[in-house]
Every structure is written in structure tokens, then in C-alpha cells.
């Protein structure tokens, strides 16, 4: 004869499993249009992985492209922090976790006396057409350089007139 508590045991692991096995799922589902807000939270609810093939196809982004982008952004000059290696310095030295250090600066130590100090990289003002040059060579391997550019958004750092971008590429033909 079953004991009484064997079989409640047996019922609630049995309910675990399933629930272990649908919380982590090894297969990723493919979608072939945007869920709808109740079928996102589903997923989002039971941590279930899935994919919308061609979900952007539609989005006006997928249009640009470096000449597009040029022509946009014809008359527009943005700031370019430049960097040796893509941080401030090689050697960086974190003396305390309380200091609050942004993107690319950096906590360096003076070679001399040993002094530190927070480094930040050098700023200029380029044509973005110039600025879309230099990354497009350096991402095809056609300049090899000691140092690296780079324009993020922090502190309005790209301007606002890069929404025509957004703007423009709606209207574009495919």
C-alpha cells in the first residue's frame, strides 16, 4: 500500500519538473510578425525566449546606409572623443570604487610620483561625413591607427539635428 505522503511527494515534484521545464525552455520560438502586448507578456511572464523573424524589415533604419547617411547629414558637425586604445589610457589604476567614472575616462596613475587622476578624451569637432569615413575605413581594415574615435549620445553629444535622419528615412523608397 502507497503511503499518503509518498504520493502527495511525487505529485509536487512531478509539478516542479513542469514548471522547471517550462521556465527553462531549451528551444527559442520564432515568430513571424510582432506578438500582440498580451502574447509579449506571456512570453515575458513564463521567461520563454523568442525571436520575431523580420520584425524591423519595416522600420525606416533599415534604409540607411553611408551614402544616405551622408547626404542627411550633410551640414552637420558633431563631437568625436578620441582615445588611444578606446579608454583614456592603457594603464588604469582604480584606488577607490567611490568615484563615479563615465564611459571612456578613466582613474590613471602618474608614472612620476604615483599621484592619480581621472582622464578624459580628447574632444574635437568633425564633419560627421569625415567622422562615418574614418570608422567605415577603420571597420574594413583599410587604415590601422593608434588611436580611436568614437560619438556617443551623453551629454547631447550628437545634435539634434540628427532626427531628420529619423525623419527622412521614412519617406524614402526602397
Not at 71 to 93: F, Y
Request: proline residues 6%; negative net charge.
Amino acid at each position: 500500500m502507497d503511503e499518503p505522503g509518498l504520493a502527495s511527494t511525487a505529485i509536487a515534484i512531478e509539478a516542479l519538473l513542469t514548471s522547471y521545464h517550462e521556465l527553462n525552455t531549451s528551444s527559442v520560438d520564432e515568430l513571424t510578425e510582432v506578438p500582440s502586448p498580451l502574447a509579449f507578456m506571456r512570453y515575458v511572464a513564463k521567461n520563454i525566449p523568442f525571436v520575431v523573424r523580420r520584425g524591423a524589415s519595416h522600420w525606416p533604419a533599415m534604409l540607411w546606409n553611408i551614402k544616405y547617411l551622408k547626404e542627411v547629414m550633410e551640414n552637420t558637425t558633431i563631437e568625436v572623443a578620441i582615445t588611444p586604445s578606446g579608454s583614456v589610457d592603457a594603464r588604469l589604476l582604480y584606488k577607490t570604487r567611490l568615484m563615479k567614472i563615465s564611459n571612456a575616462d578613466a582613474v590613471v596613475e602618474n608614472p612620476n610620483d604615483s599621484s592619480t587622476y581621472v582622464a578624459t578624451p580628447l574632444k574635437v569637432d568633425e564633419p560627421f561625413s569625415d567622422f562615418l569615413d574614418y570608422i567605415s575605413a577603420q571597420e574594413s581594415g583599410k587604415i590601422a591607427s593608434s588611436y580611436v574615435k568614437y560619438a556617443q549620445t551623453r551629454m547631447q553629444v550628437i545634435p539634434t539635428t540628427s532626427r531628420s535622419v529619423c525623419v527622412t528615412a521614412g519617406s524614402r523608397e526602397r
